[in-house]
């Protein structure tokens, strides 16, 4: 008891001088910080880890090598430390001032500039670190195409509350879709024959064949949106689970897009500028669209559909719009999805990647942008981490995940505005 | 604040006092085993992960693998694709990227190992699946290579043997319209018992979808239809329920099944049922001779069960990895010089002797070898009956 008694307060000051002192260090040193961290791996990285008899650059922050070789492991932790924590922790510390004020010019010159330098920066990082290794560019890619399906089914899910289990064939309608148009217009392939536009083009196509991915995908939706004009929570759910099987099923049994058996050669037009690109802009609209008038209707109908539709919101258009909306997204992330593993077959998009989505969208939070990028990201990247543990993977995230409902029953993150104008304005001295 | 700082420049001193600072990078050759550990199928993943260590520690008791005139180690690593594609993907990823192997043993199964090869296919690092069936696994990707033989020559076999054997011209096939596997090899039959009997002489062509566990609709219908023999390249879980409710409709014509009828389980679930069937696998292990028996013998000893063609295909291709490596002459310690060297090996090897038959790869890297029928006897083993060969 002395001890716990001696120590909180001075715990509480230290948490509270740490908060003191990173209170005014704005976003654009934060992001410094980390292109610290990146840049300091990729020209120190590879001496570091000789010197700590590392056989390489830690992949995913280590995991891998702590859970093979334990006697690796304060090798990495030093390599964690020297190369991610102190860039991170010095650089906003020693300038956060300059930073601070550099973002406040930027911001009053204009925030679209800001919001561009901002994503530049992003965009530096991610592409500097991606570049280590191909397999950290894999998961690079996977995480962010997550992160597109968590928001949209968090537009369902979470800000029109809707338990929809149909988003795995949206992503099916999707993925298959881009890869019919890609395989048939650009590829010679024994499916369909000989490329049928010269291929100089397919790359510039690409972005016609996501939308249109996405376009079908909505189109299916209406076969979920129509019948939830008049149910709602356990059938609504059960009829999206049955449409999620339908798609499976016509998938399999469709002998032009090979049935079972899948569609593979896609070309390889998905890098990581294309799927950052698409990441950013499904992350800019998703949040205009939860943000305007219609995602308050969107609430209004979670929160009481008759007083809303009373308040004159209609709630028929309210519900096809978020619907088809999701699914568009939904039907994009699956083309990427599609052309980053160049392989679709229907057993994907089965009750196994409903679950993982789900679960995605209530780890990080409903109603939130912020914590449908903080579940996906997190859901990614420990499931890839932790791959190696077997069957104990089944065990810990799904306890992590009931945690989670313990403490924080609606997500890590839940209803909070994703307010871009706030997160790039410089902090102001209090 | 101070007691931190102390806490972490130990944490320096101590990462930097323990860590093996002579790292061998060169010494050891690894090899990938790319296998389903978690997931639908982990029996498969099981015997996969037998096999791989029942031949380390072959190599371990010679002290290591014997390139040119140097002895290697060897070291296996092994990454759970979690019977997912893109688990698949990212595990021979993170294995050529990350720990540099030599050469990749699996994915088992055609879903995953068809994205997998592409992505082995395209680092430049040989692949082999000993399970993959589809076509598609191998197809213009030079680095990728089989085990097993393909399904467009099991259907023939089977349609050949069940005519030669029988003198039956009136076929039945009941399949899994939503499975890779039974699908393809259902279709190839067809064709090729259609080319010996006449078009319309597969009299019922039924389906189901994975999972169902009624059959009796589908096997009214091929009762009723005049069938003389029911062809169904099921699962051992499903080949079970098909074989006991065709018996209970009344049917009491044979059935006959394909390789994945070859598991442990299939004779377990299924009971006298099974007793007396045939099927087309890859060995046969009640009967079995020399090297064949060997392996045999010593998994059930190691592991308590007599091993499915998982197994005995995943020894036969790391064997063949390790005759590869070995027929390279030399390990320079350049990966990607060293991964062709191992891929234009496997594609030279000739009539190598596998337990699981002779094989010899074409050019697409799939093997040519024999196909064995297999006959359930009457104490509920896997009982040679004849061989057949391309």
């Known amino acids: 008891m002395q001890i716990n008694n001696s120590l909180s307060p001075e715990n509480k000051r230290l948490a509270d001088r740490l908060r003191d002192s990173f209170a005014q260090v704005p976003l654009l040193a934060w992001l410094c910080g980390v292109l610290g961290a990146v840049l300091l791996e990729r020209f120190f990285g590879d001496p570091l880890t000789e010197i700590l008899g590392l056989p390489k650059i830690p992949a995913l922050f280590g995991a891998g090598i702590v859970l093979k070789k334990p006697q690796l492991i304060p090798g990495t932790v030093a390599f964690l430390f020297l190369i991610y924590v102190v860039p991170v922790i010095v650089i906003p510390r020693l300038f956060g001032s300059i930073l601070n004020r550099l973002a406040g010019w930027f911001f009053r010159l204009s925030p679209a500039v800001s919001v561009a330098i901002h994503l530049t920066l992003l965009y530096m990082i991610l592409s500097l670190w991606a570049d280590i290794s191909g397999y950290r560019l894999l998961t690079l890619k996977l995480t962010l195409i997550a992160v597109i399906v968590t928001l949209s089914l968090n537009v369902i899910n979470g800000y029109m509350g809707e338990f929809s289990c149909s988003h795995p064939g949206f992503l099916a309608l999707g993925a298959y879709t881009a890869s019919v148009f890609t395989l048939f217009f650009f590829v010679d392939d024994k499916v369909f024959g000989a490329a049928f536009l010269p291929k100089f083009l397919g790359p510039f196509m690409f972005p016609l064949a996501l939308i249109l991915g996405g376009v079908v995908a909505a189109i299916g939706a209406i076969a979920i949106a129509i019948p939830s004009f008049r149910t709602r929570g356990d059938y609504l759910a059960i009829i999206s689970l049955a449409f999620m099987f339908i798609v499976k099923s016509i998938i399999e049994n469709l002998e032009f897009v090979r049935g079972p058996r899948g569609l593979s050669s896609q070309p390889n037009y998905v890098d990581l500028p294309t799927v950052f690109i698409w990441t950013v802009a499904a992350v800019w609209i998703i949040n205009n669209f939860v943000r305007s008038t219609t995602g308050k209707a969107l609430n209004a109908v979670r929160d009481d559909e008759m007083a809303a539709d009373a308040m004159t919101v209609n709630t028929r258009r309210t519900k096809i719009l978020a619907f088809l909306f999701a699914a568009f997204w939904a039907g994009v992330a699956g083309g990427l999805f599609a052309h980053v593993l160049r392989y679709v077959n229907p057993g994907t998009f089965g009750i196994q990647k409903l679950a993982e989505v789900l679960a995605m969208v209530y780890f990080g939070g409903l109603n939130s942008v912020y914590g449908s990028i903080v579940g996906a990201v997190s859901l990614s990247l420990l499931g890839e981490v932790l791959r190696p543990l077997e069957i104990f993977k089944w065990i810990i995230i799904p306890l992590l995940l009931i945690l989670v409902m313990i403490y924080r029953p609606t997500g890590l993150i839940a209803f909070k505005d994703f307010d871009v104008m706030k997160l790039i304005r410089p902090k102001e001295k209090t | ?390």
């Open chain 2, 1 to 390: 604040m101070k007691k931190s700082w102390i806490l972490i420049v130990s944490f320096l001193v101590v990462g930097l006092v323990f860590s093996p600072s002579a790292w061998c990078k060169s010494k050891t050759i690894k090899i990938g085993i790319n296998a389903p550990m978690t997931g639908d199928i982990p029996k498969v993943g099981e015997g996969t992960k037998f096999a791989a260590q029942m031949w380390l520690e072959d190599i371990n008791k010679a002290g290591g693998l014997k390139v040119g005139d140097k002895t290697y180690k060897v070291e296996l690593v092994l990454e759970d694709n979690e019977s997912k594609a893109e688990s698949a993907v990212k595990a021979a990823t993170k294995m050529i990227v990350e720990d540099e192997v030599l050469a990749i043993v699996g994915p088992q199964a055609s879903k995953q190992a068809v994205p997998a090869g592409a992505v082995c296919n395209s680092y430049k690092t040989p692949m082999i699946s000993p399970w993959s069936t589809n076509p598609d696994t191998t197809k213009d990707r030079p680095f990728v290579f089989r085990g097993c033989f393909l399904d467009p020559f099991q259907g023939p076999v089977l349609a050949n043997f069940i005519t030669q054997e029988f003198h039956f011209s009136k076929a039945a096939v009941l399949y899994d319209v939503a499975s890779d596997y039974p699908k393809g090899l259902a279709e190839f039959f067809q064709e090729a018992w259609e080319k010996l009997h006449g078009a319309g002489s597969v009299v019922a062509y039924e389906s189901f979808t994975t999972k169902d566990t009624d059959f009796s609709s589908q096997l009214t219908k091929i009762i009723r239809s005049g069938a003389e023999v029911l062809f169904t390249p099921q699962y051992y879980n499903e080949v079970a329920l098909i074989v006991q409710q065709a018996h209970e409709l009344g049917w009491n014509k044979p059935i006959v099944g394909s390789d994945s009828w070859g598991s442990a389980e299939t004779v377990k679930l299924c009971g006298e049922d099974c007793y007396g069937l045939f099927f087309s696998t890859h060995y046969a292990a009640a009967g079995a001779t020399g090297d064949t028996k060997a392996f045999i013998d010593r998994y059930n000893k190691t592991y308590g069960y007599v091993p499915d063609d998982v197994g005995a295909l995943t020894w036969d291709s790391i064997r063949i990895v390790q005759t590869a490596i070995q027929n390279c002459g030399e390990i320079t310690g350049k990966i990607e010089k060293d991964r062709q060297c191992v891929r234009d090996a496997l594609a030279k090897i000739k009539e190598f002797d596998g337990i699981t038959g002779k094989m010899t790869f074409t050019e697409e890297g799939d093997p040519l070898k024999c196909a064995v029928i297999v006959r359930i006897s009457d104490k509920g083993e896997f009982e040679f009956y004849k061989s057949v060969c391309p």
